[in-house]
Every structure is written in structure tokens, then in C-alpha cells.
């Protein structure tokens, strides 16, 4: 009997996925930039059904846009960074408020390990995982698997601008200790203080990233960068 031959081509997809990902994540392919599947076999070394594939699982993500027979990276959305925002505002605390009610104390510790092995590590890399890590973590202490996957689609479509978010060792010094104080109430039990403080955090962190485009938008965009939506709708008014 003939073996399977697509190891191969899954093989190729994951990497490129992932390289391309990476690519559009940190901004090294611009919001707004064309990509051809072409392109990215040259570029990547791939053949095209790998490519095709990586795209195709990109454009669930919401990272690009499929326009006839070319792709463009999706543009920066301001309107969208405020959906999201409004989105998280609702959630996560809600799924701290499951975290208090539902976490053990090893789960908990746990978590509190992840975030303070992320606090030495000044750059912005760290800075995202730090992000990332605490904010999945404490909504999978809830044990509400739908929650938890709906704030990790809104991270994913975040990812881009929290770069932004962590371009200072200030701003990472600050969105840590704002983290390690939610954490804090949920270890101590007090689940409106951690909702709250969450809350604030989710708000305050959207509202100086829309003021810092808003100011820049002229700049980024002289970068090549595609910026569209509005900028005085933050999640302060959620």
C-alpha cells in the first residue's frame, strides 16, 4: 500500500504559518501591505499548497484579507481595537469572577509563577507573553472553555498593536503591576476587586493605545502602515 504523502506539505504549512505569522505580528510586514502566493514561495521557500493553507488559516485569524488573486495584511483598526476592547471589558472579568470561585490554590500558584518569571525579562517579546500568558491563564482558571477561547481570539487579533503596548520598559513595568495586583485579589478571594481591577486595566491599556495612534497616526502611516476607523471611541465608555 502506497504511504501517505502529505507529512510534507503539513510540515511546510505549520512553519510557514508560523513564520509568516510572526511576520505580520511584529509589524515587519506592514498593516495594509499586498503579499502574493508567489511571493511568499520565493520568500519562504515553499510550494504553493503550503502557502495556500497558511494564508487560508491567517485570514480565519482576521490577519489578512483574500482580494482576487492577491492577499493584503489586514490594516489597523481602530474601530475594531475598541469592539475588542468592549469585548474583553465584559468578559474577563467575568471569568475572574469564575477564577475565585472555582480556582485551588495550586492552579493559582501556578499562575503566579508564570508572571513572575516574565518579570525580568525587560524586552518587548517578553513583554507580549507576559500579556498573553496571564491574561489566558487566569480566564482558564475559570473552567469555562468558550470564555477562554473568546478572550484568546480577541489577544490573537490584538497582537499587533500590543506591541505598541509594551514599546517602554515603563509601560511593561506598569501592565505587570497592574497584573500582579488583579492576581492578588483572586488569591485573596475577593472577587469584585479583581473584576474591577481587571476592568480598569483592560480600559486604561485600550485608551492609551488609541490616544498613542491617534497622535502617530500621520507618522505610522507615512511608514506605509494602514490605519483606518475612528480615534475618539475608547472602551472608557463601555
Known amino acids: 500500500m502506497t504511504e501517505p504523502t502529505d507529512a510534507v506539505p503539513v510540515s511546510q504549512t505549520a512553519q510557514l504559518y508560523d513564520n509568516l ?24 521557500h515553499a510550494s504553493r499548497t503550503p502557502v495556500r493553507a497558511a494564508l487560508s ?22 474601530d475594531e481595537i475598541a469592539s475588542l476592547a468592549e469585548l474583553r471589558g465584559v468578559l474577563e472579568p467575568a471569568a475572574v469572577r469564575f477564577a475565585v470561585e472555582r480556582a485551588d490554590a495550586a492552579a493559582l500558584a501556578e499562575v503566579r509563577a508564570h508572571l513572575d518569571a516574565l518579570r525580568p525579562t525587560p524586552d518587548q517579546q517578553a513583554g507580549i507573553r507576559m500579556g498573553s500568558t496571564f491574561h489566558l491563564d487566569l480566564a482558564a482558571l475559570g ?34 503591576d497592574e497584573h500582579s495586583a488583579v492576581l492578588d485579589a483572586v488569591q485573596a478571594g475577593d472577587a469584585d476587586r479583581a ?36 480615534t475618539d471611541r475608547t472602551s472608557s465608555t463601555a
Open 195 to 230: 473584576a474591577d481591577l481587571l476592568a480598569a486595566h483592560v480600559a486604561g491599556t485600550n485608551d492609551r493605545l488609541i490616544a498613542w495612534i491617534a497622535q502617530e497616526r500621520r507618522r505610522l502611516r507615512g511608514a506605509g502602515m494602514a490605519i483606518i476607523g475612528a
Open 21 to 44: 505569522r510572526a511576520a505580520i505580528l511584529t509589524l515587519e510586514i506592514a498593516p495594509g501591505e499586498r503579499i502574493s502566493e508567489r511571493g511568499l514561495e520565493a520568500r519562504f
Open 57 to 78: 488559516r491567517l485570514e480565519r485569524e482576521g490577519l489578512i484579507l483574500h482580494e482576487g488573486r492577491s492577499w493584503t495584511v489586514t490594516p489597523i483598526d481602530l
Open 143 to 176: 473552567g469555562n472553555r468558550f470564555v477562554t477561547d473568546a478572550i484568546g481570539d480577541a489577544l490573537t487579533r490584538l497582537e499587533r498593536t500590543r506591541w505598541i503596548e509594551v514599546r517602554t520598559p515603563e509601560a511593561r513595568d506598569a501592565a505587570w
